[in-house]
């Protein structure tokens, strides 16, 4: 479920070749047992007459791999390898002393390159030139991986197509098998809606969602109905703790997607609120300028690129962000023959702008707020594409925001497609119950 779930909403999706880490126990054995093997081969082809056993059944691994890559009508493709790599008849040469071990080589290099792909088409022309045996079936086995690889890609574009059409059904029939054999499998979905439905009854959250967004008030408004509770829900897993709690069962195959979401909106609530305070700090005449506006967003944006990593600092990011914002402030206000920035007005600047390093700090917090009353309204209104007016301050940062919401509603949507029955059954429980 998982990996045809991924070939569906992933459409980079590629499978690649293994790669051990460097110095890892696993990719030492691997290295001794393969030494190992090549050795005994090496050693048997060199007695006198040589010892073809390994060889052989090298051979009829490469046969069988090969098959493997035909489609059903290469009848002719089949009918050569299974005649040339016949391991009876072969056995027979190798006893009688009449096997053409190079000549075997010669006929699985044709064949890997009539069916290899054209990326591959240098690593197999570089077989020719290894005149050494074992050194040569070693290389043939790499590039055959390679093949495999290739070919389970071409399959992956091949399908994607069927299960885009299938996918739906697919997925929530391998569920009900889990949730089958594993009854608990919606606890954390249920306890995430629960919430979800007490936050907006209890209007604990009202500063982030849009008026009308569903909310009831305590006890005399109307009870909020299933579908805004459902996007609500998935609002909150925007700003979800995936260290202490785990994350909801149906959506547990995009928590890394949800992630890396909430990470961009992290990043652009940031760069939001520092560009915003440097423009209301700033002339009116620079902040209308788009090539000063746009220029001070890269910049912004490339020293805050590496937010993801743990050694990250946002306080020290955000002193360099000041620094640099008032250097281009100075500059742009030079060259408009304006009055330049006085110390005292540098200090509250990057002072601002340091302060956007807390959660709390109110402007950081209003642009937080406008981004989920953005989400929360390109969710609302369903498939088509809607044409909403930004929350003001949110101009700057209007084509990032709407890139992230449009990965966020596919989702979104996708998720609801397979698991709405399931969410409209707890949520009428947990609504009654309300």
Not at 51 to 73: M, N, Q, R, W
Not at 128 to 143: N, T
């Given at each position: 479920?998982?990996l045809?779930?991924?070939?569906?909403?992933?459409?980079?999706f590629?499978?690649?070749p293994?790669?051990?880490p460097?110095?890892?126990?696993?990719?030492?054995?691997?290295?001794?047992?393969?030494?190992?093997?090549?050795?005994?081969?090496?050693?048997?082809?060199s007695?006198?007459?040589?010892?073809?056993?390994?060889?052989?059944?090298l051979?009829g691994?490469?046969?069988?791999?090969l098959?493997?890559?035909?489609?059903?009508?290469?009848?002719?493709?089949?009918?050569?390898?299974?005649?040339v790599?016949?391991?009876?008849?072969i056995k027979?040469?190798?006893e009688n002393?009449a096997?053409?071990?190079?000549?075997?080589?010669?006929?699985?290099?044709g064949m890997?390159?009539?069916l290899?792909?054209p990326?591959?088409?240098?690593?197999?022309?570089?077989?020719?030139?290894?005149?050494?045996?074992v050194?040569?079936f070693?290389?043939?086995?790499?590039?055959?991986?390679?093949?495999?690889?290739?070919?389970?890609?071409?399959?992956?574009?091949?399908?994607?197509?069927?299960?885009?059409?299938?996918?739906?059904?697919?997925?929530?029939?391998?569920?009900?098998?889990?949730l089958?054999?594993?009854p608990?499998?919606?606890?954390?979905?249920?306890?995430?809606?629960?919430?979800?439905?007490?936050d907006l009854?209890?209007?604990k959250y009202?500063?982030?969602?849009?008026a009308?967004?569903?909310?009831?008030?305590?006890?005399?408004?109307?009870?909020?109905?299933?579908?805004?509770v459902?996007?609500y829900?998935?609002?909150?897993?925007?700003?979800?703790?995936?260290?202490?709690?785990?994350?909801?069962e149906?959506?547990?195959?995009?928590?890394?997607?949800?992630?890396e979401?909430?990470l961009?909106?992290e990043?652009?609530?940031?760069?939001?609120?520092?560009?915003l305070?440097t423009?209301?700090?700033a002339?009116?005449?620079?902040?209308?300028?788009a090539d000063?506006?746009?220029?001070?967003k890269m910049?912004v944006?490339?020293?805050?690129?590496?937010?993801?990593?743990?050694?990250?600092?946002?306080?020290?990011?955000?002193?360099?962000?000041?620094?640099?914002v008032c250097?281009e402030v100075?500059?742009?206000?030079?060259l408009c023959?304006l009055t330049?920035?006085?110390?005292e007005?540098?200090?509250v600047l990057?002072?601002?702008?340091?302060a956007?390093?807390?959660p709390?700090?109110?402007?950081?917090r209003?642009m937080?707020?406008?981004?989920?009353?953005f989400?929360?309204?390109?969710l609302a209104?369903?498939?088509?594409?809607?044409?909403?007016t930004?929350?003001?301050?949110l101009?700057?940062?209007?084509?990032?925001?709407?890139?992230?919401a449009?990965?966020?509603?596919?989702?979104?949507?996708?998720?609801k497609?397979v698991?709405?029955?399931?969410?409209?059954?707890i949520?009428?429980?947990?609504l009654?119950?309300?």
């Amino acid at each position: 479920m998982a990996l045809a779930h991924e070939i569906v909403v992933n459409g980079d999706f590629r499978i690649k070749p293994v790669e051990l880490p460097e110095d890892s126990l696993e990719k030492r054995v691997k290295e001794i047992v393969h030494k190992a093997f090549w050795d005994c081969l090496s050693i048997q082809l060199s007695e006198e007459p040589p010892t073809y056993d390994h060889a052989i059944k090298l051979v009829g691994e490469i046969k069988e791999t090969l098959l493997s890559f035909l489609l059903p009508g290469h009848t002719r493709l089949r009918n050569q390898i299974t005649e040339v790599l016949d391991l009876d008849l072969i056995k027979q040469e190798a006893e009688n002393g009449a096997l053409d071990i190079s000549k075997l080589a010669e006929f699985i290099i044709g064949m890997m390159g009539t069916l290899c792909a054209p990326a591959r088409d240098e690593e197999v022309r570089k077989l020719k030139d290894i005149k050494e045996i074992v050194p040569l079936f070693r290389a043939i086995f790499s590039v055959l991986d390679l093949m495999k690889v290739d070919m389970a890609n071409f399959a992956v574009t091949s399908i994607r197509p069927h299960l885009m059409q299938q996918s739906v059904d697919y997925e929530r029939k391998k569920f009900q098998q889990l949730l089958e054999k594993q009854p608990n499998s919606l606890d954390f979905v249920t306890q995430w809606l629960e919430e979800a439905a007490d936050d907006l009854m209890n209007q604990k959250y009202k500063n982030a969602l849009p008026a009308g967004g569903g909310a009831a008030g305590s006890g005399d408004g109307p009870m909020p109905n299933p579908v805004a509770v459902q996007n609500y829900a998935y609002l909150k897993l925007l700003k979800w703790d995936h260290l202490q709690r785990p994350f909801p069962e149906t959506v547990l195959m995009d928590q890394a997607r949800f992630q890396e979401l909430q990470l961009q909106l992290e990043q652009l609530t940031i760069l939001g609120a520092v560009l915003l305070v440097t423009f209301s700090m700033a002339a009116p005449g620079i902040a209308s300028q788009a090539d000063f506006a746009e220029k001070l967003k890269m910049i912004v944006k490339v020293l805050l690129t590496d937010a993801h990593l743990p050694s990250f600092h946002l306080k020290d990011a955000l002193t360099t962000i000041g620094e640099k914002v008032c250097l281009e402030v100075s500059s742009c206000l030079a060259l408009c023959g304006l009055t330049p920035f006085t110390t005292e007005k540098e200090a509250v600047l990057k002072g601002q702008i340091q302060a956007v390093a807390s959660p709390d700090d109110p402007i950081r917090r209003i642009m937080d707020s406008r981004i989920l009353i953005f989400l929360e309204s390109y969710l609302a209104s369903g498939h088509q594409k809607p044409l909403l007016t930004v929350p003001g301050g949110l101009g700057p940062v209007q084509k990032e925001l709407e890139e992230v919401a449009i990965k966020f509603v596919r989702l979104v949507n996708y998720n609801k497609m397979v698991f709405s029955p399931y969410y409209d059954a707890i949520l009428s429980k947990i609504l009654v119950r309300s």
